[in-house]
């Protein structure tokens, strides 16, 4: 089973910052099948990026995705009010798919 | 509009049985693979169960293997999961998702529905 690690776990920011998420895997994971999502309290996860670097239906362009092989990141451009969140990579493997344990973007 | 809304969710014993449903609506139910996924509480996402849209196919997390069974009724677009032998760590939010055929990831969600295995 492929492992993602995502860090760090919690960040404290201000709106209009930029940031970025790190997510590493176990062993390398196809581009195609990489995906990210956000979830807000109480609500459920929404899929924002995915194939890596291709933005969801209705994602802003200051949400962006990159990586290859074991190393993947979400970087956030300006952080708006509605984006502080926890963050979850996730790879698809065929006939499973494991996630990562989140990244927590909280307001400093 | 996709709308995903389970339910039958509630407190259960350890060693008990549940089974959970979602109903669908919104896109052509047969057409779309299903997964069930979990989140214990103030914890992270945990892939549980899949099903392909004909029911034919289906994969369980190892950790629910034997245990939990997931099933469909697209006469009725409606998803179901069948959990037995419990055990504390099952307590989660369970959430269904859509799986989209085009990237394979799970863009439509419903609200979940929380289990609870307490004595």
């Known amino acids: 089973e492929i492992v993602l690690t995502q860090s760090p776990g919690t960040l404290s920011l201000s709106p209009g910052e930029g940031v970025t998420l790190s997510c590493r895997a176990s062993q390398s994971v196809s581009s195609n099948y990489l995906a990210w999502y956000q979830q807000k309290p109480g609500q459920a996860p929404k899929l924002l990026i995915y194939?890596?670097?291709s933005r969801a239906t209705g994602i802003p362009d200051r949400f962006s995705g990159s990586g290859s092989g074991t190393d993947f990141t979400l970087t956030i451009s300006r952080l708006e009010p509605e984006d502080f969140a926890v963050y979850y990579c996730?790879?698809?493997?065929?006939?499973?798919?494991?996630f990562g344990q989140g990244t927590k973007v909280e307001v400093k | 509009e996709v709308q995903l809304v389970e339910s039958g969710g509630g407190l259960v014993q350890p060693g008990g049985s549940l089974s959970l449903s979602c109903a669908a609506s919104?896109?052509?139910?047969?057409?779309?693979?299903l997964s069930w996924v979990r989140q214990a509480p103030g914890k992270g996402l945990e892939w549980v169960s899949t099903i392909s849209g004909s029911g034919g196919s289906t994969f369980h997390a190892d950790s629910v293997k034997g245990r939990f069974t997931v099933s469909r009724d697209n006469s009725k677009n409606t998803l179901y999961l069948r959990m037995s032998s419990l055990r504390g760590e099952d307590t989660a939010v369970y959430f269904c998702?859509?799986?989209?055929?085009?990237?394979?990831?799970?863009?439509?969600w419903g609200q979940g529905t929380l289990v609870t295995v307490s004595s």
């Open positions: 194939a890596a670097s």
């Open positions: 996730q790879q698809y493997g065929g006939s499973s798919r494991t």
């Open positions: 998702a859509r799986k989209d055929p085009a990237s394979n990831n799970l863009d439509s």
């Open positions: 919104g896109f052509t139910f047969s057409s779309y693979d």
